[in-house]
Each structure stands twice: as structure tokens, then as C-alpha cells.
């Protein structure tokens, strides 16, 4: 029987977001972009900053559930480009989500904010990130996010 799943911390990212673009009621739901602006990333085996320019693609669902949908790039202090595209949700109960909404900072354990990462590395010392999954839980502010990926070993 092979090894149980493990995590391990990879890294922690900083990221500055910006007032949502109302897209509008589709017939999924509701849907908006969140601009993804400047930040950073830290963890043991890599670091650097965010590229701005990215987004966050929002599907609310009538019951308040957030589809999250983001893709975007980072760069390594050492000049590397790589691709990180997560899938994920972000749900709570109302008055906790509503306060998430008015710009109130919310403590992370009243809110559930997960998702599944994807990252895409060039051939190199980065190589082992395509050859992985990661998964993510996240901190919503008014002004930015703070995302903790995790290696799933």
C-alpha cells in the first residue's frame, strides 16, 4: 500500500486585488472579474513577485457560493516565469459573506476559501512544480488576498 496523502507547505502569497468588474446575471449566475494587482510569494524552495494583470473570474451562485476561477503569472527572484491557474470556491454563511462584501475584515475560519492549483514551470530548476498538485486555502481582505499553497506529496 503506497504512502497516505501529505501536504506540505510550499508557499505563502501577498496579493493586491482590486474592486470587482461586474460582468453581470448570466444564465450560470452572477459573474465578475476581480483585477489582480502587484504582490508577493515566499516559501522554502521559491520566491518573488506577482505579475500584475491577472484575474479572478467570479461565478456567484444564488446561494452566495463564489465560483473562483484565477490565472496568472509569478516571477521567481531569479527571473523565472511561471503559470499558476486555480480553481476554487469561497462560501459562508450570509452575514459573514455580506461582511466580506461591505470591505470588513473577516477572520479566515468564519469563511471557507479552497481550491486546486495548477502550475506551469519551464524545464529547470522549477521543473517540480509541473510534476505535482497543490492545492490552497485563502484570506480575503479588502484589499488583497493571502494564499497558502501546499505541495500534495
Do not use: C
Not at 501577498?14 to 448570466?26: A, E, K, N, S, Y
Not at 527572484?77 to 461591505?102: E, N, Q
Amino acid at each position: 500500500m503506497p504512502d497516505p496523502i501529505r501536504l506540505e507547505w510550499m508557499m505563502d502569497a501577498h496579493v493586491q486585488v482590486f474592486r470587482p468588474v461586474q460582468i453581470g446575471d448570466t444564465p450560470n449566475g452572477f459573474q465578475q472579474a476581480v483585477p489582480i494587482g502587484a504582490g508577493t510569494f515566499a516559501g522554502p524552495r521559491l520566491r518573488g513577485s506577482a505579475i500584475s494583470g491577472s484575474a479572478d473570474w467570479q461565478l456567484v451562485l444564488e446561494d452566495g457560493m463564489y465560483l473562483l476561477d484565477v490565472t496568472g503569472a509569478m516571477l521567481t527572484d531569479d527571473g523565472v516565469t511561471i503559470r499558476v491557474s486555480s480553481k476554487g470556491m469561497r462560501h459562508g454563511p450570509p452575514d459573514v459573506m455580506a461582511r466580506l462584501i461591505a470591505g470588513e475584515v473577516v477572520p479566515p475560519d468564519q469563511y471557507y476559501m479552497r481550491a486546486v492549483a495548477e502550475i506551469a514551470a519551464p524545464p529547470g530548476k522549477y521543473d517540480w512544480l509541473n510534476r505535482s498538485l497543490f492545492v490552497s486555502w485563502g484570506e480575503r481582505y479588502p484589499d488583497k488576498v493571502v494564499i497558502h499553497y501546499y505541495q500534495v506529496l
